[in-house]
């Protein structure tokens, strides 16, 4: 009786000991973990007004987010990423070449690096730099990108993607053009 008595308050001391550790723990909103792609702010490099895009976790303090700076180019027909370590804008989409294919692998925030191949007049499609065109599981990779809008001024990109657990999101991205931005933009 005596042994039984005690496993009872062993009991009710362990679930006692529970309760109270469960209101440290606090709960996470997983909407909050999954990655972003967004528009984030109009920047200046190189006394240049760029697009800052972010590429990451969403995180309460923005600038500990993965961003990159973008430059659209209506009169080519071109977007640009800057490279940081080379100091130079490189090609991700050249919008007015047909057989559009990058030469190099294209690096977004915390995404996975991917090519990409124009499949229509709106579409391109995104694949690994692998010689097999897949990814490793558990990666964050861009799937493909759709021109929403294009006009003299504006830009206007559904960036589709996965994230790690293969959940499938889209991020819209609203890049200007500078030289154009007291334009009225054409419907």
Same mark, same amino acid.
């Given at each position: 009786m005596q042994e039984k008595r005690k496993k009872t308050k062993l009991i009710i001391l362990l679930c006692a000991l529970i309760m109270c550790f469960t209101n440290m723990v606090k709960g996470q909103i997983l909407e909050f973990y999954r990655p972003i792609i967004v528009t984030y702010k109009t920047g200046t490099l190189n006394n240049e007004k760029i697009d800052l895009g972010i590429f990451d976790y969403f995180k309460q303090d923005t600038s500990k987010m993965k961003y990159e700076y973008l430059k659209y180019d209506s009169d080519k027909g071109v977007l640009y990423k800057y490279d940081e370590p080379r100091k130079v804008f490189k090609t991700v989409l050249c919008l007015n070449n047909q057989n559009f294919k990058s030469k190099e692998e294209i690096k977004l925030g915390t995404f996975d690096g991917f090519v990409l191949k124009r499949e229509n007049s709106v579409n391109f499609i995104a694949t690994s730099p692998y010689g097999d065109g897949?990814?490793?599981?558990?990666?964050?990779?861009?799937?493909? %990108?759709? %021109?929403?809008?294009?006009?003299?001024?504006?830009l206007v990109l559904r960036i589709n993607y996965q994230d790690e657990f293969e959940w499938k999101y889209f991020g819209?991205?609203?890049?200007?053009?500078?030289?154009?931005?007291n334009l009225e933009d054409d419907k």
């Open positions: 897949r990814y490793p599981s558990h990666h964050k990779i861009i799937k493909s %990108i759709d %021109i929403l809008q294009k006009t003299k001024k504006t819209i991205l609203v890049l200007t053009d500078y030289k154009y931005e």
